[in-house]
């Protein structure tokens, strides 16, 4: 219930699907979002609906997710995904490259978990394996 009151709040649906939404660091006023994408879910509707997350933050943020959109690769939803990111002041703070990919499997390589910051935030990206998912723990 409290989740869906902060949603309605921010006008945004629960087709998103942020799995957690928190305020850390009060000193530092950062509010701190993470999301999942499923990979079925339709790529467009979470489009609409992460623009809308972003283009309404104005303090410090950061989000942290599986977005299930493999930054390696280039498709048109990738393109759209990368110019939300960009045109709401956030940028990514992971390193885009196959040595830094966030899930490998069959010799294969992708960078589906991100991490984006606005207001200039940077931020050190650690990469490490763990044992119960096929994907690096951020």
Known sequence: KIRENILSKLNISLSIRI??????????????????????????????????????????????????????????????????????????????NIQNATRTANNSASVLDHVITNKNIQCDINLEDHTISDHKII
């Open 19 to 96: 799995s957690l939404l928190f305020n850390i660091l009060p000193k530092l006023n950062l509010t701190a979002f993470a999301v999942y994408r499923p990979p079925k879910n339709k790529c467009s509707e979470f489009l609409l609906e992460f623009d809308k997350l972003l283009e309404q933050q104005k303090k410090p943020c950061m989000v942290i997710g599986d977005i299930n959109l493999d930054l390696l690769k280039n498709s048109s939803s990738i393109s759209e995904y990368k110019i939300i990111v960009q045109m709401n002041g956030f940028q990514f703070q992971n390193k885009i």
